[in-house]
């Protein structure tokens, strides 16, 4: 079993940043691709930014410029730097990790974080 813990959300004035973490835990062999969604309210949950093993990236066009996705593979973590922030980007951020190989299973799985809160007031 694989446990993704999120953190770094909170309230942010527009134009602020914000840096969110997400570490993932358990007998991990390896993580092929780890991302960030967000879903707003009353919208679908949609994909901010992505990042591969081999440090391929991959970002939402209403975030490019603005986000930086990036991660550690040697802690299993990956961080979302966030400037600019605008009321729009206010969601819950889920961290996601897809394809994880773990000691003792016969195939990869894909694993969702709780997620964590991001608001931008207007």
């Known amino acids: 079993q694989v446990q993704l813990v999120e953190s770094g959300g909170g309230l942010v004035q527009p134009g602020g940043s914000l840096r969110l973490s997400c570490a993932a835990s358990g007998r991990i062999i390896s993580i092929n691709v780890m991302a960030w969604y967000r879903q707003a309210p009353g919208k679908q949950r949609e994909v901010v930014a992505l990042?591969?093993?081999?440090?391929?990236?991959n970002y939402a066009d209403s975030v490019k410029g603005r986000f930086t996705i990036s991660r550690d593979n040697a802690k299993n973590t990956v961080y979302l730097q966030m400037s600019s922030l605008k009321p729009e980007d206010t969601a819950v951020y889920y961290c996601?990790?897809?394809?994880?190989?773990?000691?003792?299973?016969?195939?990869?799985?894909?694993?969702w974080g709780q997620g964590t809160q991001v608001t931008v007031p207007s």
């Open positions: 996601n990790a897809d394809r994880v190989w773990t000691v003792g299973t016969e195939r990869a799985y894909t694993y």
């Open positions: 990042i591969t093993s081999g440090g391929n990236t």
